[in-house]
């Protein structure tokens, strides 16, 4: 239990401080805008897996029985969460997070049409999906606070992008980008019904997610996956 707090406190730590514009200007100014996205994803990743391993090696205190419906709930929502994430980084989208930033700032993804959050979205879904999977107290505060962490991120975020774009262009941008929902490309938005990111993220996603079934799992997590 102790390495999971540790651990948890340090994830908590290495997504809240960059969070400060102060901050976050700083080291972008050092290393630049892209290779600041890299290493921060790739940050993101290494603490998330030392996260979960710590999770798993911690005590089994049991809060829930697992039904066998939900078990059958995660195996749905889960790789669609990993698809929607994967997505949303390859994807153009001055909105929200991604780690394709190139372009004008009409320019949005394919996705964007369904939402203008799919990264959020993709890691809350991914969340709630293993929240009931196991029924366990550490696995419940994990992914109970993933998934209010990325819901709690899409308010944030436009925040931050509506202080940065200023209110009123802010709002023409959200008109062709919904929170959850559809709505066509508004005139001046730069949006196309498939493009590279949509088709480059379905491939990752699904490859990973399919990966993740055949071995993948049990690889990273030490669990298999139960088809």
């Known amino acids: 239990m102790r390495q999971f707090l540790i651990a948890y406190a340090v994830f908590l730590t290495a997504h809240m401080v960059p969070a ?37 090696a911690a005590p089994y205190v049991e809060v829930w029985a697992v039904p066998p419906a939900v078990r059958t709930i995660t195996l749905i929502v889960a790789p669609l969460g990993l698809m929607l994430v994967a997505i949303g980084l390859f994807s153009a989208n ?16 394919a996705i964007t049409a369904v939402t203008r959050h799919p990264v959020l979205w993709g890691f809350g879904l991914w969340s709630l999906a293993h929240l009931g999977a196991r029924g366990d107290l550490v696995l419940a505060m994990l992914f109970g606070g993933f998934a209010l962490f990325s819901f709690a991120g899409m308010v944030l975020v436009d925040v931050k992008k509506r202080r940065q774009f200023g209110a009123e262009a802010w709002r023409a941008l959200a008109a062709a980008a919904p929170v959850l929902g559809w709505r066509p490309a508004a005139p001046g938005i730069d949006r196309r019904t498939v493009d590279v990111g949509l088709v480059a993220g379905l491939g990752f ?16 997590i030490g669990i298999e996956i139960a088809l």
Do not use: K
């Open 94 to 109: 001055p909105l929200s997070v991604t780690l394709n930033r190139g372009g004008p700032e009409n320019r949005f993804g």
């Open 205 to 220: 996603g699904g490859g990973f997610a399919i990966w993740m079934f055949y071995g993948g799992h049990a690889a990273l």
């Open 20 to 56: 400060i514009p102060a901050v976050r200007r700083r080291l972008v100014s050092a290393i630049g805008e892209r290779r600041y996205l890299v290493v921060y994803s790739a940050l993101s990743l290494a603490l998330i897996t030392w996260l979960i391993a710590a999770a798993l």
